[in-house]
DNA sequence: ATTAATTTGCAAGAAAAATTGCAATTGTAT
DNA sequence: ATACAATTGCAATTTTTCTTGCAAATTAAT
């Protein structure tokens, strides 16, 4: 039984100071997950003995154990994310192309514990906002570049894509300045010539976007935004590009609604939109 | 300053323990921003003493702090949603990255529907066994044909990217015979040049694959060998390289398998060998 | 091998959060 | 108006969580 059922069986037997209590809950789950029981009273304006009161008539052995389940109801984490995969298809195949989707899907379950909307939002103003994008991608990731020089091309941005070789990739940034942005890839380690790039970067003023994988934190010089989310399959093992390509994918998106300024609701639309463009 | 960014300042400092605490933290942030610093220390095999140390070292004044700042970075709440100036969906579901996700986990959950094993391996077959494997991929598709180009590269295996030039596409084809592979992506439409592409393999007996979406049935000419799943996202509007990069990535394992000769049965042991190829 | 420095667990104490006995206040029934 | 029941704030107490002095263990330097 879902903890809003809890509250719905009861609901006729609520005390003044109960229902304004459980208004409050409704309103902002998250932020009675996350506080305390003092904090939950003051909001509803009423003392924190009845927040604790509430929280045994509804079945709970404490409070503690309420905000448990509102957090188990409404936090996404890796548990979550479990439940997220068994949604999906629970076949126990063993195939190469079954056991990589779920491991795909896996990972895709995972992704929103580590970036946030507003990062994607950051990430997509930046790039936008740029006069030029340099995108610069070493080994697998030049296919993530690939796909984000073809996408910001097609919202007419000055785009291009860094060579790789150190020579190459010196000549190239002589050109950048404080108007441009620098979006770059790292995985499992930082890309040849990075350190380079950030501090060329830095120096001019022009601002940098980094999609990594899970260890991004680590790495220095740092990006002015960093987007970090482990990738599908083992640390030390074989790693797709599909969740680094996702984050690209809701960046594109996300800059699709910079440029039109729309206000939208629902994917569809906003593939609509992009479609328009392509 | 984000907390990622204090995490990277502070990466050359810490010591042993500390690092497993960040790496618990980064490893799970939304698990650490609803837990005490004694779940986060056991899970991270210190001691709660320690963790109390990790927060004042990162700069924050408590334990507590530090949590606060995990919470904020990490957990969309309504405040989070509202500072996302951009109107993006208020719940935590809503979001770009968060729908992306699904709309991707729900198309690889059905892409077993769609390709069978036998066609993965037979694929892999055909590619592994030629003398010389030629990749096409125009428009987006191109991204996955750099993909498949390193990585059948990685195996030693004389690949090359054709150019989507048609007179580029014409020299390049004059060296094609009978024991080469053609391996081409068509997704809303056949890409330009498919037609004389298929008709030149098919003359001088060259094996073709081709990675499609939906529609790849109604290609012609006919390929040997089609693989087509759908892709997430509607067949009229905004569609992701996901679904046809994880079939590439299956070919590309079962290719490891061909190329080695083993029977494997997880894909983590499958990731090392490919691993070792990279 | 010895010494010094650093790291980190232990445990006492502090701080924060929750619980519960008590009683003041409010509402309802007579 | 009075009696009774219910509600809920107060504050003492309990529980939980965090902080910090101390010292053992480990690592680094000589």
Do not use: W
């Amino acid at each position: 039984m879902s903890l809003l059922e809890k509250i719905s069986d009861q609901a006729t037997t609520l005390t003044p100071g109960e229902r304004r209590l459980v208004e409050n809950v409704i309103d902002s789950p998250t932020s009675a997950a996350l506080g305390t029981a003092g904090e939950l009273a003051r909001a509803a304006g009423v003392h924190e003995a009845t927040a604790s009161r509430l929280a045994k008539k509804l079945g709970f052995v404490s409070y503690a154990a309420f905000r448990d389940a509102l957090r188990d109801e409404f936090i996404a984490t890796r548990e979550t994310a479990t439940r997220f995969e068994k949604t999906i298809a629970e076949s126990t195949s063993d195939t190469i192309l079954g056991e990589l989707a779920r491991e795909e899907t896996q990972a895709l379950g995972r992704i929103e514990e580590f970036i946030t909307p507003e990062q994607i939002s950051e990430a997509a103003q930046i790039l936008m906002r740029a006069r030029r994008i340099f995108v610069y991608g070493y080994g697998n990731a030049e296919v993530l570049a690939l796909l984000m020089v073809k996408r910001f091309r097609r919202f007419g941005k000055d785009t291009h894509q860094l060579g790789t070789d150190p020579r190459g990739l010196a000549e190239q940034m002589l050109g950048l300045d404080s108007d441009d942005a620098v979006l770059s890839f790292a995985f499992r380690r930082p890309p040849r010539g990075y350190a380079a790039l950030m501090e060329t970067a830095k120096e001019v003023g022009a601002r940098t976007v980094m999609i990594a994988g899970k260890s991004g934190a680590l790495l220095t010089p740092r990006p002015d935004r960093l987007l970090a989310a482990p990738r599908s399959g083992d640390q030390d093992a074989f790693q797709t590009l599909t969740v680094p390509m996702t984050i690209c994918n809701a960046i594109v998106i996300a800059a699709g609604l910079t440029a039109k300024e729309e206000s939208l609701k629902k994917l569809d639309r906003l593939g609509q939109l992009i479609e328009r463009f392509e």
